[in-house]
C-alpha cells in the first residue's frame, strides 16, 4: 500500500507515523523540504501543496511507479487538492465539490443556506466591489465578521464595528485569500465546539467533541481546546445534529469532516462556523482526541482514504485533555524559560515549541502566530486543565532587550479597538474592582525611576550594575490580589516575582549607591505584557547600565 500525504509538518506527523506503523509506503509532498515529517517518510516530494498541477503530475508519477493507493491531508488548507487527486487517479474520497464546497467559504455558505442548514447571512465581496452597497442588499447590519474566502487558522479574520474597520479588515483579508476574495458575514455569540467525524458511505460517525477557548476580539485567537466537552448534553447533541446536517449539504460522503460550531442561545440554538473535508488541526485528530479517547481516528481516516472499511473502534475510555498554548508580546526570542519543568508537569504529555531563539514573535491575531502549545492527559477534566494551566504558567519567551517593536507595544502603540469593548493587544491586568482601580492610579502616577543615590565609584559601577524595583506597599500589594490572572494563568504579583528572579533582581528595600530602582517603568510594563515585559524591561536596563 503506498499513501500520498499532503504536508509534512507536524499536524501530518500522525498519519505518517500510523501509515509507517502499518507497513505502508509513505510517500509527502510539502513546499518546506525541511519540514519536521521529512526525514519519516519513505520519500518526500518537493513541489507546493497550492500546485494543484505540480501534485498530479507527482501522483501520477507515483502510480506508474508501483502504484499509489490513497491521497490523505490533516490540518492544511488543501483537502480539495486532495479530493482532485483522488478522482483524476480513480481512488477513494469526498467528491471534488464537495471537498472545495468545504472549502470555500463563500461556496459553504450558499450550499448550506441551501439546505436550510443555521448558517450565518453573508456577502461575498472582491477588491472591485462596491462594500456599502453589497452590504445592504446582503441586510447585514455591525457587528460584522470579515474573513479570507479561502485560508485556515483564523487568517485575516477580524471582527469589525463600523465602515472604517471594515475597510482595514478587507485590506488585510483579501491578501491572505488564494484567490483575493473575502467573505463578511453576521457575527454570532456564544460557545464554540470543534468536532471531528468519519463519513463513510454517507454514514457519519462522530470521532470527538471538544470545547474552543477563543479569545483576543477582535481576532479570532484560540488559546486551547478542551476534550470532551464539558456542556449540557443538550447543547451537545444540538451542536453535533447542525454539524451533520452541515456535513450532509456539502455532498460529503467518504472520508474525514471537520466542523467548528457555534451554539448561539440568543438565535435559537447551534450554528455552522466552518466544516472541512478533512481531519482538524491544532493537534485535535492526531492529540488531544486519542489522549482522551484511546481511539486512534488517524488510522481510520486512513482506511477509508484507501477504500477499506474502517476497522472496528475500541471503547472510549472516558478520560480527558487539554491543549494550551503560550503567546508573546512582540520584539525577538532570546530565550525560552521553563519547558523543562513544564514537561515534568505530572499528566502533562506534549509541550510543542514553535518558535527559537533569534525569532521575530508578535502579540498572535490568529492561530499561527502563537509561540508553542501543551497537552495534557488526565482521568479528569479538571486534572486535565489544571496540568495544562500550570505548565503554561511556569513557561516564560524572553526577549532580546531595547528592541524597537517591544518598546513600541509597551508604548501601546498599534493598538486596536474591539467592537465589543476593550483594545487590542489587550492588558495583561486589568483594573476591575475599586481597590485595584486606585493601584493601577498610583502605578500611572508613578516616575519611571525613583531618585538613586550617586554611586560611590564609577568605574565598579559600570563592571556590576545593580537594579531593583520599588516595592508596592502593603495595601497596594492587597488590591492586586483582587486582579484576575493574565493570559498565562500568573497573578500580578507571581509576575512580578518571575521577572526579578530571572533576572537577578530585587525590590529596592534598602539599595546601595549606583542601584538602579525602576518604578513606573517596571509596574507599567508588568501591567501591559506581564512577567515577559518586566523581565525585558530588567534585562533592557541591566544592558544599558546603572544609572546615576
Not at 466591489?129 to 479574520?157: F, I, S, T
Not at 508580546?329 to 510543542?352: C, E, M, N, S
Request: with cysteine.
Amino acid at each position: 500500500m503506498t499513501v500520498f500525504i499532503l504536508g509534512a509538518g507536524v499536524m501530518q506527523i500522525p498519519a505518517i507515523e500510523i501509515a509507517r506503523s502499518l507497513g505502508w509506503r509513505v510517500v509527502a509532498a510539502d513546499a518546506n523540504p525541511e519540514a519536521p515529517g521529512v526525514a519519516l517518510v519513505d520519500r518526500f516530494i518537493h513541489v507546493d501543496l497550492k500546485d494543484r498541477e505540480g501534485l498530479l503530475a507527482a501522483a501520477r508519477a507515483l502510480s506508474a511507479d508501483g502504484g499509489l493507493d490513497a491521497v490523505f491531508t490533516a490540518g492544511t488548507d488543501f483537502s480539495a487538492n486532495v479530493a482532485y487527486l483522488a478522482h483524476e487517479l480513480g481512488l477513494a474520497g469526498h467528491s471534488p465539490e464537495a471537498a472545495l464546497a468545504a472549502s470555500d467559504k463563500p461556496r459553504m455558505r450558499a450550499a448550506l443556506l441551501s439546505a436550510s442548514v443555521p448558517s450565518p447571512r453573508f456577502v461575498e465581496l472582491s477588491q472591485t466591489d462596491q462594500v456599502e452597497k453589497a452590504l445592504a442588499h446582503a441586510g447585514l447590519a455591525y457587528p460584522l465578521v470579515v474573513k479570507p474566502a479561502d485560508n485556515m487558522g483564523a487568517r485575516g479574520c477580524r471582527l469589525v464595528g463600523s465602515d472604517s474597520e471594515l475597510a482595514e479588515a478587507l485590506m488585510d483579508a483579501l491578501p491572505h485569500s488564494r484567490t483575493g476574495r473575502a467573505i463578511v458575514e453576521e457575527y454570532l455569540e456564544g460557545p464554540e465546539f470543534s468536532i471531528d467525524a468519519l463519513v463513510e458511505d454517507g454514514a457519519i460517525h462522530i470521532r470527538g467533541i471538544a470545547d474552543r477557548h477563543v479569545t483576543f476580539a477582535p481576532y479570532f485567537v484560540e488559546l486551547g481546546h478542551t476534550m470532551p466537552s464539558v456542556q449540557p448534553q443538550a447543547v451537545q447533541d444540538e451542536v453535533l445534529r447542525v454539524f451533520c446536517a452541515g456535513v450532509r449539504a456539502l455532498g460529503l460522503s467518504h472520508g474525514a469532516a471537520k466542523g467548528d460550531i457555534k451554539y448561539c442561545p440568543g438565535r435559537g440554538g447551534a450554528y455552522v462556523g466552518e466544516i472541512a473535508a478533512r481531519l482538524s488541526g491544532g493537534y485535535m485528530s492526531g492529540w488531544t482526541y486519542p489522549y482522551a479517547s484511546g481511539i486512534e481516528v488517524t488510522r481510520s481516516a486512513l482506511e477509508l482514504a484507501l477504500g477499506l472499511p474502517m476497522s472496528p473502534s475500541s471503547a472510549d475510555r472516558g478520560w480527558h485533555s487539554a491543549e494550551r498554548a503560550f503567546i508573546s508580546i512582540p520584539g525577538r526570542v532570546a530565550a525560552i524559560h521553563g519547558l523543562r519543568a513544564a514537561r515534568q508537569t505530572p499528566y502533562v504529555k506534549d509541550v510543542f515549541v514553535r518558535v527559537a531563539p533569534g525569532d521575530a514573535v508578535v502579540f498572535p491575531s490568529n492561530n499561527v502566530e502563537k509561540c508553542g502549545n501543551v497537552i495534557s492527559q488526565a482521568p479528569t477534566h479538571d486534572a486535565a486543565v489544571r496540568a495544562a494551566s500550570d505548565a503554561i504558567r511556569g513557561l516564560l519567551v524572553r526577549l532580546a532587550p531595547n528592541e524597537g517593536r517591544t518598546e513600541a507595544f509597551l508604548r501601546g502603540e498599534g493598538r486596536l479597538m474591539n467592537p465589543e469593548g476593550g483594545s487590542w493587544p489587550p492588558q495583561a491586568f486589568s483594573p476591575v474592582e475599586p481597590a485595584s482601580v486606585a493601584l493601577f492610579r498610583e502605578v500611572a502616577a508613578m516616575p519611571e525611576y525613583d531618585v538613586v543615590s550617586p554611586p560611590a565609584a564609577p568605574a565598579a559601577q559600570a563592571r556590576t550594575p545593580r537594579i531593583a524595583v520599588r516595592q508596592l506597599s502593603p495595601a497596594l500589594e492587597a488590591a492586586a490580589l483582587l486582579i484576575a490572572p493574565d493570559w498565562s494563568g500568573r497573578t500580578l504579583l507571581e509576575s512580578a516575582a518571575l521577572a526579578l528572579a530571572l533576572a537577578g533582581a530585587t525590590y529596592a528595600r534598602d539599595p546601595v549607591p549606583g542601584t538602579t530602582v525602576l518604578a513606573g517603568r517596571f509596574w507599567r510594563a508588568l501591567i501591559a505584557g506581564g512577567a515577559q515585559a518586566a523581565l525585558y524591561v530588567l534585562d533592557s536596563e541591566a544592558v544599558t547600565g546603572a544609572r546615576g
